[in-house]
């Protein structure tokens, strides 16, 4: 006896097709409003060639912000080593200052 297997239905092809294609990087694409001033913002980073496109400016201040926010996080770590009298770099305690003062 040959079973027939059936197609799943298209509405589950077409979200795995799509959600293949957002895991190799695919783009979505959102609104968002935005008031004069921060679209001349947008614009003048545009302008000045420092961004591509307005796209382009918002991802570059996205990419900023991730990269500020794990500057806070690290800061918040050292400064809590610093407080329980740990050291930032234990793997480097044991290089003594003398070695290290050339490095200036």
């Known amino acids: ?11 589950i092809v077409h979200t795995k097709r799509y959600a293949r294609q957002y895991d190799a990087g695919m783009s979505a694409q959102i609104a968002v409003r935005l ?4 679209l001349a913002i947008l614009d003048a ?28 996080r690290d800061t918040a770590v050292f400064a ?14 044991a290089i003594p200052a003398a070695d290290m003062a050339g490095l200036d």
């Open 45 to 72: 980073e545009v302008f000045s060639g420092r961004a591509a496109s307005r796209s382009d400016a918002v991802r570059r201040s996205i990419a900023y912000l991730d990269r500020h926010q794990a500057y806070e």
């Open 1 to 11: 006896m040959t079973t027939v297997k059936h197609a799943p239905p298209k509405s």
């Open 35 to 38: 008031d004069e001033a921060d």
């Open 80 to 93: 809590h080593l610093r407080a329980c009298g740990e050291s930032a770099y234990p793997d480097l305690d």
